[in-house]
Every structure is written in structure tokens, then in C-alpha cells.
């Protein structure tokens, strides 16, 4: 019996903020987080010096030398994303934490960037000079759910979801068919990254990367004629998924439910995104969830401010939707958070989904006529009240994820 899945805690670090209030009155303000990042002039040959740092956070002394020895700062900002959102699930010191009933999903495109440069010394300066027990702890691709597991204490199952920019959104989809197919009551699902300029260099070496470094508050122009490229983001995002009848028996709060998830690969190029695909991927979400097209209400974009990204999306969305449904790009305002932004988004779109209020995309002052055939909220946020949402993502290796949330009262 195919089960239920809702969502019943959110929580995340974001170069917006931490809590949805912060981040609703950035978004409501028209605002974007992008800074110039002065030090990374210091790069040769490293023509974008633009980033979306996230927002300050405290830690409480729960986080202390040996709770956080195998931590680097993408682990920590997911442990701490997910502290917020046990919290605000109420299952922070519940007995179903521990009960091996709650799983983890969760992912990143990488470990951390200076311990992947500790073995990197090595192997220049034949040397294991700086290199200790937790090194390969902090670097390796599933550095952020092993640790968020341990911290916890959680010992259902562990789904690493390192997939690039379709790590969160992956991270949630497997978790709710875990849930879904009867394997796991609740699970930890998300995926966080730090910033750093090997991030903005691995774009960079595509000419996919802003260089607008004197005018930060421009970009990026996510669908716009005059975008130039993306500009890298941090941050750490965690929905608590969890089966509907067990949430409703403890009395839980219930933000969403979870109707849809499609997930698919281009099968044809690394780097270059394919609209057949994207297409098929939003299709496989809504055979998922049992909607029709017209049933979406709005769509939050990939839309990372790419050249060929943005067309691709565009094109593969008008065939499945046409003209007609709601869609901005919260990238406009964040950045491109990478393995963090599939849950980011989730989290800000359910909100607003909540509200009945979606953000434009900002900077998008004349559309690209390849991108121009969709119903862009732009200049201000629209009231639309409406009962479901997608949430798109789509990745370097041709990789594909859409998301489908239905309003709960």
C-alpha cells in the first residue's frame, strides 16, 4: 500500500537568512545576497569574484571539539540545518529519532574544500604533512549525511545523494519513497555546500559565471537577455518527511504533503542540458502525483542565469505547461547554491506556497525570446492562492529532478 508523505519540519542556513521571517522580508524587499568576493581577485585567470555567502549562525555548545571533529563547514551548516528542523518538527529529542524508524537523504556536490586540498598537498609535495584521522572524514561526497547522522544519533538507513546541483532535491525525492514504499516512518532529507572559488572556477572554465563584479545587485538575471552566467551560493536546507498517518497521530504540525517526484538523466552530455529530458522529468512528477498540468499553480525555476541552461529549461517547461503557470527563480536573490539549492528552494517554496505569495524574479527586466514563452512573475511578488507547487532542479550529468507539493490546511 503506497503510503502518504508529508513534510513536517523545515529548517536552513541561507545567504537570505535562517528563519522564514528573515528570508520572507529579503524576498519581499527585492534584495539579493550576491557580494563581491575580494578575496578570490587574488586567483589568476579567475574572472568572476562574485558569491552569495550565507548569513552568520550561531552554534549552542551541543557543537563542541569533539562532537564536530569530522566537520568541515558543508557538514556543519547540514547538522545545524537539520537541528533547526528536528526542532521544528518536534522530534528533536523524540523517541522516534533513535528508533531506527527515521532515515537520512541528503547530499552535496563535494566534501570540503580544504581537506580535498590536504590530499591534493600530498600528492604535490609527497608528503602527509597536515593530513590527521578525520581528513578524508571532511572531504568525502557524503561527509554531510554520515555526519548529521552520528551527531544525532540516527540509525535507520543512510541515502548519500552526491548529484551536483540535484543533490537536496534528490535527497528529498529518495526519502519520500522511502517513506512512501513503507521502508522508513520519517526521514531527513536535504543537502547543503560552502562556498568556495574552486566552485566558482569549475564555472568559470565555461564561461558560466557572472563577471558583472562591480554590480553585484544585478545578478544574477536568471532568464533575462542580458544575463552573463550564475554566481555561486552556500548554504544548508533539511525537510523532515515523514509518513501522514504517524504524523497526524502525534499531532505534528503538517506544512505540506509530498505528492510527486520524477527524477530522470539526459543520457547525452555532461554539461550541456537537454529540454527533452527536463521535459519528461516535470511529466514523470505529475504521472507521480496523478495531476494534470493546469493543476500546478506555480513553478519554482532552476533557473540558474545560464545561456543555455535557461533556454533549455524554458523550452522543455512551455511544452509541458505552456504559457500559462506562475514561475520564478529564487537564484535571482541566493545564488546558485549547488547541492543545497534543491532543498533550499523546497523549503522557501512551500512557504510561500503557505502564504499565497511568490517572489519575482529579480533583475529580469527584458526575457530572453527563447525563455519568453512562460508566465514570469516579475518587478513585484503575486498573490496566487493555489494547492499545488513544483520544484525543479537540474544538474551537471545530465541529472533531473522535479517536486510536487500540495498545500495543507
Not at 506555480?298 to 514561475?327: K, L, M, R, W
Request: negative net charge; glycine residues 12%.
Amino acid at each position: 500500500m503506497r503510503r502518504r508523505v508529508v513534510v513536517t519540519g523545515m529548517g536552513g542556513i541561507s545567504p537570505l537568512g535562517n528563519d522564514w521571517t528573515t528570508i520572507r522580508e529579503r524576498l519581499g524587499g527585492y534584495r539579493n545576497a550576491v557580494a563581491r568576493m575580494e578575496d578570490w581577485s587574488d586567483y589568476e585567470g579567475l574572472n568572476t569574484q562574485l558569491g552569495a555567502p550565507a548569513a552568520p549562525f550561531e552554534l549552542s555548545t551541543r557543537y563542541n571539539r569533539k562532537a564536530t571533529r569530522s566537520m568541515g563547514r558543508v557538514a556543519l551548516m547540514g547538522a545545524h540545518a537539520t537541528e533547526l528542523a528536528l526542532a521544528n518538527a518536534g522530534l528533536l529529542d523524540h523517541p522516534l529519532l533513535n528508533s531506527g524508524k527515521v532515515g537520512i537523504s541528503y547530499g552535496s556536490s563535494a566534501g570540503t574544500v580544504s581537506a580535498i586540498l590536504d590530499f591534493g598537498r600530498m600528492l604535490d609535495e609527497r608528503t602527509t604533512r597536515g593530513i590527521n584521522a578525520t581528513t578524508y572524514i571532511k572531504m568525502m561526497a557524503h561527509t554531510a549525511p554520515v555526519n548529521i547522522g552520528v551527531f544525532f544519533g540516527v540509525t535507520g538507513r543512510v541515502i548519500t545523494t552526491s548529484s551536483a546541483c540535484t543533490s537536496g532535491s534528490q535527497g528529498i525525492g529518495y526519502g519520500y519513497e522511502a517513506i512512501r514504499g513503507g521502508s522508513q516512518t520519517a526521514m531527513i532529507t536535504g543537502g547543503s555546500e560552502e562556498l568556495s572559488a574552486v566552485y566558482a572556477a569549475v564555472f568559470d572554465t565555461l564561461f558560466a559565471t557572472s563577471t558583472r563584479n562591480d554590480d553585484p545587485a544585478s545578478t544574477p538575471r536568471p532568464f533575462d537577455a542580458g544575463r552573463d552566467g550564475l554566481v555561486i551560493g552556500e548554504g544548508a536546507g533539511t525537510l523532515i518527511l515523514e509518513e501522514r498517518e504517524h504524523a497526524l497521530a502525534r499531532g505534528a504540525t503538517i506544512y505540506a504533503e509530498l505528492v510527486g517526484f520524477g527524477t530522470n538523466s539526459d543520457g547525452c552530455h555532461v554539461t550541456q542540458p537537454n529540454a527533452d529530458t527536463m521535459k519528461v522529468a516535470m511529466q514523470l512528477a505529475l504521472e507521480d502525483a496523478g495531476l494534470a498540468p493546469s493543476q500546478i499553480g506555480y513553478i519554482n525555476a532552476h533557473g540558474t542565469s545560464t545561456q543555455h541552461g535557461d533556454c533549455a529549461e524554458a523550452e522543455a517547461t512551455a511544452q509541458v505547461f505552456g504559457p500559462h503557470v506562475p514561475i520564478s527563480s529564487l537564484k535571482s536573490y541566493m545564488g546558485h547554491t549547488l547541492g543545497a539549492c534543491g532543498a533550499l528552494e523546497a523549503w522557501i517554496t512551500i512557504q510561500m506556497m503557505r502564504e499565497s505569495w511568490f517572489a519575482p524574479t529579480l533583475n529580469l527586466d527584458h526575457a530572453d525570446p527563447k525563455c519568453a514563452g512562460l508566465d514570469h512573475i516579475r518587478g513585484e511578488g503575486r498573490r496566487i492562492d493555489c494547492e499545488y507547487v513544483m520544484s525543479n532542479n537540474f544538474a551537471f550529468g545530465g541529472i533531473n529532478t522535479s517536486l510536487i507539493f500540495r498545500k495543507c490546511d
